[in-house]
Structures are given as structure tokens and as C-alpha cells.
């Protein structure tokens, strides 16, 4: 069993549109994040969540929003999807905050075009 | 502060060689400095970790040295193999950060037979 899945697995859309890109641990973790990967490698945190609760929102765009339904799931929706967006997005999840032992996803390629 | 330097950017070294890696932090609040491996396609994954109470740890073919006095970490990986080629990224965090990671930019190992 995947322990942090995400899908879509590669996402291409227009420049304007709005997407969604869903994630799933099933590690009974507390807590889940958003990193962004460019295209030099550089993984940038994003969003955490610790039981459904926002605990950091790093000076990220409005256009993007996270929820989390409960405490296995955390999405990542896009409004407006501009060039810049292009990257890879790895979801994320650890215990209790706890900075030991991040269980990455296998990350969602998106390209805007 | 909030930045982890890493270097060098690429490596290429030969079966059997000891790559190493070095990183550097600012912020003497960190507390945990964790090493990822990333092969392509997929996500980074957890491979070894140091507190600063320690000047060095092994596990396996992997050690971390860590440098406490001069805010410096390092990854050796001995006998090297082919399979270890992939992406090797360090870390830092600190407690009341809500696990927040903060990466170093990277760097690409390549062990040829």
C-alpha cells in the first residue's frame, strides 16, 4: 500500500485555468504539507496542515488553496494558472509536526502551457 | 537565517569512491538536520538523520559528520555503487517550527561501474 499517494500524477493545462491536485497518507500522521520543486530541484515548503488546521502559509500566491477534509487528505487547488506554476508538487506527512521522518509523496508534474 | 547552502552542485565519482557532501546553516536554533535521496520520477525519501548532540553518524554506507562549532554537516557514502546515483538533498529544522523543513538546493550524484 502507497503510504502518501497523490494524483494526478502529471497534470498539462492552459495558462488560466483552475486545477486541482489531491493527496492521501494512510501513516495515521497528524500532520501534511505542500512542497513545490522547481525546475532546479529547489523543494520550497508551501502549506502545513496538523489536524485539518493550517499551521504555515509561506508567502504563496492567493490563487493557491489548500484544504484538508480531515486529517488523511490534503488538496492543493490552483486558481488562474499562470507559466511560473510549472513545477513539480510533492505532498508530505510526518507525525505530530514533528520535523523526524517526512513521508514524501511520489509528486504530481504539472505544466502550464 | 532560514537558508541551508549546500555543495557542490553535481558529483561523478567512480564504483567503490566516497562522494562526499557538504552543507552549511546560519541559524544556530536548528536542531535537526536530516539527509533526502531523490531518484527521478520520484519523491525525496528520508535516508539519515543527526542531532547536533553528536559529531557523527553511521548507518550502513552512509555517515553524517557534523561540525557543531562551525555550523557544518556532511554526507559520506562509502563503497559507492551505481545504484546510489540520484539527488541527494540535506536539511534543518527546529523544534516550535510545526516541522517545517528547510532543504538545501541539491545535489546530483552520478557513480559510474
Known amino acids: 500500500d502507497t503510504a502518501v499517494s497523490q494524483t494526478p500524477k502529471y497534470l498539462v493545462t492552459q495558462m488560466g485555468n483552475d486545477k486541482s491536485i489531491k493527496c492521501e497518507q494512510n501513516?495515521?500522521?497528524?500532520?501534511m504539507y505542500w512542497y513545490k520543486q522547481d525546475s532546479k530541484k529547489f523543494l520550497k515548503i508551501m502549506f502545513s496542515?496538523?489536524?485539518?488546521?493550517?499551521?504555515i502559509n509561506e508567502t504563496v500566491p492567493n490563487r493557491f488553496s489548500p484544504k484538508s477534509p480531515d486529517k488523511a487528505h490534503l488538496n492543493l487547488h490552483i486558481n488562474s494558472l499562470e507559466l511560473g506554476d510549472s513545477a513539480v508538487y510533492f505532498c508530505?506527512?510526518?507525525?505530530?509536526?514533528?520535523?523526524?521522518?517526512?513521508?514524501f509523496g511520489s509528486g504530481t508534474r504539472l505544466t502550464v502551457v | 537565517q532560514q537558508q541551508v547552502k549546500q555543495s557542490p552542485q553535481s558529483l561523478i565519482v567512480q564504483k567503490g569512491g566516497i562522494p562526499i557532501i557538504n552543507c552549511a546553516y546560519e541559524?544556530?536554533?536548528?536542531?535537526?538536520f536530516p539527509w533526502y535521496q531523490q531518484f527521478p520520477g520520484k519523491g525525496p525519501a528520508l535516508l539519515i538523520a543527526?542531532?547536533?548532540?553528536?559529531s557523527e553518524k553511521k548507518e550502513g554506507r552512509f555517515t553524517i559528520s557534523f561540525n557543531k562549532s562551525a555550523k557544518q554537516f556532511s554526507l559520506h557514502i562509502m563503497d559507492s555503487q551505481p545504484g546510489d546515483s540520484a539527488t541527494y538533498f540535506c536539511?534543518?529544522?527546529?523544534?516550535?517550527?510545526?516541522?517545517?523543513?528547510?532543504f538545501g538546493t541539491g545535489t546530483r550524484l552520478q557513480v559510474f561501474p
Open positions: 508530505a506527512s510526518s507525525q505530530e509536526g514533528s520535523h523526524w521522518g517526512y513521508t
Open positions: 501513516l495515521g500522521h497528524d500532520t
Open positions: 496542515y496538523n489536524n485539518k488546521e493550517l499551521i
Open positions: 541559524n544556530t536554533a536548528f536542531d535537526y
Open positions: 543527526i542531532r547536533p548532540d553528536v
Open positions: 536539511a534543518a529544522s527546529r523544534q516550535g517550527a510545526a516541522g517545517k523543513l528547510i
